[in-house]
Nanobody
Framework: QVQLVESGGGLVQAGGSLRLSCAAS????????MGWFRQAPGKEREFVAA???????YYADSVRGRFTISKDNAKKTVFLQMNSLKPEDTAVYYC??????????????????WGQGTQVAVSS
């Protein structure tokens, strides 16, 4: 089993930046995708960004150009650099991992393991 722990959330003013980290407590998949999702109150969990073991990255239109996903294989960690934050970005952010071959990078069903989430709040 893979355990994921998110960190780096917090309260920030609009226009500010945060860097989220997602660390695996066990070895990750050899051929994997890791994704970031977020969930605001009263809304379904939505895709934010994903990165494959090949390095290919994917972004939701709402964050493209502002967020950057990256990874450090040696540290078994995936990052989400969030710049130019907007109040609409307020949500609990979750990282997830699943096999790269299965389904869509954008779909929650493609991911097998999930972290507990980290809160991001952006004030206006």
């Amino acid at each position: 089993q893979v355990q994921l722990v998110e960190s780096g959330g917090g309260l920030v003013q609009a226009g500010g930046s945060l860097r989220l980290s997602c660390a695996a407590s066990a070895r990750t998949f050899s051929n994997y995708r890791m994704g970031w999702f977020r969930q605001a109150p009263g809304k379904e969990r939505e895709f934010v960004a994903a990165i494959r073991w090949t390095g290919s990255a994917y972004y939701a239109d709402s964050v493209r150009g502002r967020f950057t996903i990256s990874k450090d294989n040696a540290k078994k960690t995936v990052f989400l650099q969030m710049n130019s934050l907007k109040p609409e970005d307020t949500a609990v952010y979750y990282c997830a991992v699943g096999p790269a071959y299965r389904g869509s990078d954008y779909d929650r069903s493609a991911y097998d393991y999930w972290g507990q989430g980290t809160q991001v709040a952006v004030s206006s």
